[in-house]
């Protein structure tokens, strides 16, 4: 009998908060072929201060994986995460070179400040491996659903966004989605009370930080 996740139960328990973060109005702006542009490039730009700060982050969740993990095979999950990192930060120096943004002018708007400030809090040794894998799925998990919308079925995503779309809607970023999920599904089916409810607030407040973040580029929608 295979047991139903604790993943599974939060998201049949606060379906709101989920759909609020992986169907933003930005995300359906990019689907319908709405979206300005301008908001777009403000995206990108605040998104690349973002992922620089989540490289530490995501170093920080494979050293307590070392130290903490009960599975040899997490570290190679979240190893992956990190390389592939390296791709993506070259990607948006591209991508923004191509829309003529110049990365190193850009200034922190606030969402992404407190954002990066949760990701700093996490790096701290005092946090439970089980609580920032939980984070860094959520993270994760938010930009696939969110982007895999903008390329389903019935979309009319302007051609010229579709790389980006594709960059965390595709299978592969999928798959690596539901190693992490499967991760958290087991770490937190051994937890104590407790640390189940941590994680859980964990996932919740992710949710919110990634709405605001969206926030930050709505622009004129
Ligand atoms: C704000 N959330 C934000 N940026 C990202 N690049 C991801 C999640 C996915 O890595």
């Keep these: 009998e295979k047991k139903v996740g604790v993943i599974e139960t939060w998201l049949r328990k606060h379906?709101?908060?989920?759909?609020g973060?992986?169907?933003h109005p930005l995300i359906l702006s990019i689907r319908d072929g709405s979206i300005d542009i301008a908001s777009f490039k403000s995206w990108l730009a605040q998104d690349y201060l973002f992922v620089r700060a989540f490289v530490p982050f995501v170093a920080s969740v494979l050293i307590k994986a070392w130290k903490?993990?009960?599975e040899s095979g997490d570290m190679e999950v979240i190893l992956g995460g990190v390389a592939s990192l390296e791709d993506e930060i070259s990607w948006f120096k591209r991508e923004a070179s191509k829309w003529g943004i110049s990365l190193s002018e850009v200034v922190p708007q606030q969402a992404n400040k407190k954002y990066c400030g949760l990701l700093e809090s996490l790096m701290s040794p005092d946090v439970e491996y089980t609580v920032a894998i939980t984070a860094f799925w959520v993270i994760e998990v938010v930009y696939q659903e969110s982007f895999a919308y903008c390329i389903g079925e019935g979309s009319k995503t302007p051609q010229e966004l579709k790389e980006t779309c594709e960059r965390w809607g595709s299978e592969a970023f999928a798959k690596y989605c539901q190693s992490l999920q499967n991760i958290v599904n087991r770490r937190l089916?051994?937890?104590s009370d407790e640390e189940l409810k941590k994680a859980e607030r964990m996932f919740l407040n992710v949710l919110e930080y990634e709405v605001d973040f969206w926030n930050m580029s709505r622009g004129n929608v």
């Excluded at 379906?15 to 759909?19: E, G, N, S, T």
Aim: glycine residues 0%; hydrophobic residues 30%.
């Design 21 to 23: 973060a992986t169907r």
């Design 68 to 70: 903490e993990s009960d």
């Design 15 to 19: 379906p709101l908060p989920f759909k």
């Design 189 to 191: 089916q051994k937890a």
